[in-house]
């Protein structure tokens, strides 16, 4: 049985997942960049928990914070063969080859779960890292388009409203909105974040087209397609800036 929720810690917002483990002999806690873990035995009670929780905030919050700082400063990265990249909580492995030809080309296999790219064997090295950043951006918005058009399609027939058009957006801080004639835009990086968040996202855009505004009829809506929106929500918060390339 898991519980998820969050906790807030001197007004800190921190997604929070419970779980009880038969083989656990003692409340165990553990930190990471996108939640707080309590493992917990199984004859554990709802009010040791909390308290145990409770006692160790000081210790959450301060760690929580320092992988904060860390994400901050993550670099752009060298994209070299082999390494991995998330899309929509799926690692791909980047394939990185040389090919004779002209163009740079890029192209998935799901199955494998490998996003292959092949570079001119002309192209210098020091325009590489650049070129395998554009091709990639282009691909994964071609694939954001796809799969975001599907789901707008897919959950706007479950939650019985009609939207007029779709655009794919990027915007530094925004990642999604929908306006009063019923345009709905999406981020492409989203692309990057796991399947519930890009639903979470798509089922909060179309629920303005029932309630214009933030208002509590609006999370109800909100909550009746999307049982833990608050987690992703909160998930977006603390990760979106690390939804880029
Ligand atoms: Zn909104």
């Known amino acids: 049985m898991e519980l998820e929720t969050s906790l807030n ?3 800190v917002i921190i ?43 000081d210790w959450i919050l301060a760690h929580w914070k320092k992988l904060l700082e860390m994400q901050r400063q993550i670099p752009n990265r060298p994209y070299q063969d082999g390494e991995i990249l ?24 799901h199955e494998e779960k490998i996003i292959e790219i092949r570079l001119p064997e002309g192209l210098a090295t ?6 395998i950043r ?10 954001a388009r796809d799969i975001f058009q599907t789901k707008l399609n897919t959950f706007s027939i479950q ?10 957006k990027e915007q530094k801080t925004r990642w999604g909105s929908c306006s009063s004639k019923g345009n709905i835009n999406l981020n492409w990086r989203v692309i990057l974040a796991p399947e519930q968040i890009v639903d979470y996202l798509i089922i909060h855009e179309l629920a303005h087209l029932k309630q214009m505004n933030h208002s509590a009829d609006f999370w109800e809506v909100v909550s009746q397609y999307c049982p833990d929106y608050a987690v992703s929500r909160q ?11």
Do not use: C
């Open 9 to 11: 810690i001197q007004g």
């Open 15 to 57: 997604p929070y997942i419970e779980r009880k483990s038969p083989r656990s002999k003692h409340l165990s806690l553990r930190v990471d960049y996108e939640k707080v873990t309590v493992v917990a035995p199984k004859r554990a009670t709802a009010r040791e928990i909390r308290e145990f929780v409770k006692a160790n905030q």
């Open 86 to 109: 998330s899309v929509l909580g799926q690692a791909y492995k980047l394939k990185i080859l040389k090919a004779d030809q002209k163009m740079i080309a890029l192209r998935f296999y």
């Open 126 to 131: 020091e325009y590489q890292t650049e070129a």
């Open 134 to 143: 554009e091709i990639l951006e282009k691909g994964l918005k071609r694939k």
């Open 159 to 168: 939650m019985g409203v009609s939207y007029n058009f779709f655009r794919l």
């Open 235 to 245: 998930w977006l918060r603390v990760n979106g800036e690390r939804l880029r390339l």
